[in-house]
């Protein structure tokens, strides 16, 4: 009986601690990307994004980014030690500031 308590006990420890590092993951790697486009000016104009437990970014850009900038944050988010991969695209409804 006393082991199956410690066996639950640990178990229940693992998964609280696999959930923190998730969620740690999550806000760090959220944290980079809104850092990287608030380098930006008007980046809430041209991008959204969401980021999953692991820290990886799905990022949509208007459909008129010029496509150097396009290249530009696309690259330093690649490079970004707090996000785990990248997902983006040029789907988004055109923006007013291009």
Known sequence: MKIAINVTVLAVAI?????????????????????????????????SYSVNDSGFVEITFASNIPDELYSEILERLRNNKDIDGVLAGTSGPSCSLF
């Open 15 to 47: 998964l609280f601690s696999i959930a923190v590092q998730a969620d740690d993951a999550q806000f760090t790697a959220d944290s980079a990307v809104a850092d990287l486009l608030f380098d930006y000016d008007g980046a809430d104009e041209f991008a």
